[in-house]
């Protein structure tokens, strides 16, 4: 069920950058790209000729709301998000409603039990979307909100909603090199951990884990690098996500972890000037949408 965005507070936005080449007339020149989380939704719109990052903008909830709740009340009072007209739209929710599978073996319409054993689907309230990654022949199948996918069907019909952790994975699969040892990677979001280890362009792990504590944080990262048999002292790891370099977070990462650095936006793409009062390390899942089909 849809709720009047009359009755939905206003988000604040934490970052609202544009660069002065867009042209607000001609949305056919352009992709829009949004991710919903907990933290709130986030906006990117790129130029599709020159490749190039124009709009980043960044938006805090002003209560708890849903995730449909959140982009309805940003849709009303924005002058792009839920306009029609664009190239093509992507949308990419956070949860830990999600599994990955050998494509060829996912039949449509078992969605749902794919999903058993990670989550029970609230039929009433969610609906189950899968996502092929076609260069690695594996589908993510995940659940989201009803009213967030009534809300991106009826507003964009054309547009591709697939999960947050699809975007990462793109995104370190192009940055990460042909032939190169396993390397684990971080993205560390609101009170989430989403861990991925590639080995030659290839994924061999993915997950997200939820953390109350720094604790918490390298708990997991330690468990799973000796589940692969990585080494604390001697493998690399590359964090992305919401975190400073004088947090807790990262300050207990570089405690257990010698060789621990922050990763770059995705290559091969251009950005405008005014992003660069962003660390490069964060937004890398909004970016990569980019890389999405």
């Known amino acids: 069920m849809s709720v009047s965005s009359s009755h939905l507070p206003a988000p604040a936005a934490l970052h609202y950058l544009r660069d002065e080449t867009l042209d607000p007339t001609n949305l056919a020149a352009y992709n829009l790209y949004l991710t919903v989380s907990p933290a709130g939704t986030r906006v990117g719109v790129a130029d599709v000729r020159r490749n ?18 959140q982009l309805q009340a940003l849709a009303a009072r924005h002058d792009l998000v839920g306009q029609p007209g664009w190239n093509h739209v992507r949308l990419a929710v956070q949860n830990r409603h999600f599994t990955l599978l050998p494509a060829p073996l996912v039949r449509p319409g078992d969605e749902g ?31 989201t909100e009803s009213v967030l996918a009534t809300w991106f069907r009826n507003t964009y019909p054309a547009g591709t909603l697939l999960h947050q952790t699809s975007a990462l994975l793109e995104g370190l699969i192009h940055q990460s090199e042909p032939g190169a040892t396993r390397r684990l990677y971080l993205s ?12 030659d362009k290839r994924p061999e792990f993915c997950n997200v884990f939820a953390f109350s504590s720094p604790e918490d944080l390298i708990y997991y990262t330690i468990l799973v690098m000796q589940e692969l048999q990585l080494n604390p002292d001697q493998d690399s790891v590359v964090v992305w996500g919401d975190l400073m370099h004088d947090s807790e977070l990262f300050t207990i990462l570089r405690k257990y972890i010698r060789h621990i650095k922050f990763g770059n936006r995705p290559f091969d793409l251009s950005y405008s000037y005014r992003l660069n009062e962003l660390f490069e390390y964060r937004f890398f899942e909004l970016y990569s949408l980019h890389l999405c089909e």
């Open 52 to 69: 190039k990052f124009v709009v980043l903008e960044d938006y805090v909830p002003q209560a708890a709301t849903s995730y449909g709740g």
């Open 188 to 199: 560390i979001g609101h009170h989430e951990l989403t861990i991925v280890v590639i080995r």
């Open 113 to 143: 039990t794919y999903l058993r054993l990670h989550h029970t689907v609230d039929t009433q309230h969610e609906t189950v979307f899968s996502y092929t990654h076609s260069s690695q022949e594996i589908a993510s199948v995940f659940a």
